[in-house]
């Protein structure tokens, strides 16, 4: 019966096989092991939109910066270069592991994370979105794994309209420069949230409009106009029927 390899590439040899090789086959089973535990990865996915599939060779442990060859064996990867449209990343159908994945891109375009034949959406950075996310991988779905509360990424003051980004929060000063609107983020994962907190306590005489931006806002196909004085509130973004719903009311 000959090797055969499982999900990370890793050759699983039989008694009797392979005589006189297995220090190095070992040592290419270890490298690999390491790869898929501490490894870094930088891939550029320079162009306009396209998909992009990262790969595991099975019994091959190099792993060099902008190749694809085993770049979704690294436990890290950081994505790079300038889009010019919304980019699709690929993991192999059959890995089941987590990654910590960087948007190191420049461009306003969106990055979505899926497995390769993935029956759902993945987990996708907004075109503004340059952060990091911890993300698993089930064997064909990939998910975002919220990390609880207290996460929130606090921004400095706001005075004009802005688009949010998931797990971010706003204090929003409509005295400045009067009335404007928050639009909330173009693409949306059930669990996403965003704040708003009235920085000046002025919504009551210049509201705060939150933009749906495509979505529904508490199952309704409308804007939501804040005009409460000192409001401070959160959205988290549910499913296409409800959208995003008010976590404080």
Not at 88 to 103: D, Q, R, S
Not at 158 to 170: I, P
Not at 185 to 199: M, S
Not at 212 to 237: C, M, P
Request: with cysteine.
């Amino acid at each position: 019966m000959p090797s055969s390899y499982n999900y990370m590439g890793m050759e699983l040899m039989v008694t009797g096989e392979n005589a006189g090789t297995w220090g190095t086959k070992t040592n290419t089973n270890l490298n690999i092991i390491q790869q898929a535990a501490t490894g870094y990865h930088s891939q550029s996915i320079a162009g306009g939109a396209q998909t992009t599939a990262l790969l595991i060779t099975d019994g091959d442990s190099t792993s060099t910066t902008d190749s694809l060859t085993n770049a979704a064996r690294n436990a890290i990867i950081e994505l790079t270069g300038s889009i010019s449209g919304n980019q699709i990343v690929t993991i192999p159908n059959g890995t089941e592991k987590f990654y910590l994945i960087k948007n190191s891109t420049s461009g306003s375009f969106t990055v979505q994370i899926k497995g390769a034949s993935d029956s759902g959406s993945g987990t996708t950075f907004a075109a503004t979105d340059k952060g990091t996310k911890l993300i698993y991988i089930n064997g064909q779905n990939v998910t975002y794994v919220e990390l609880g509360s207290g996460g929130t990424s606090w921004q400095a003051v706001k005075t004009s309209t802005f688009t949010a980004v998931a797990g971010e929060g706003y204090f929003c000063d409509t005295n400045t420069s009067g009335a404007f609107q928050a639009n909330l983020p173009l693409t949306a994962t059930q669990g996403d949230e965003v704040r708003f907190i009235d920085y000046a306590d002025t919504f009551d005489t210049a509201n705060l409009t939150v933009g749906r931006n495509g979505h529904k806002i508490q199952g309704a196909a409308s804007d939501l106009v804040v005009a409460t004085e000192g409001a401070a509130f959160g959205l988290v973004y549910v499913d296409a029927t409800k959208g995003w719903l008010l976590t404080e009311k």
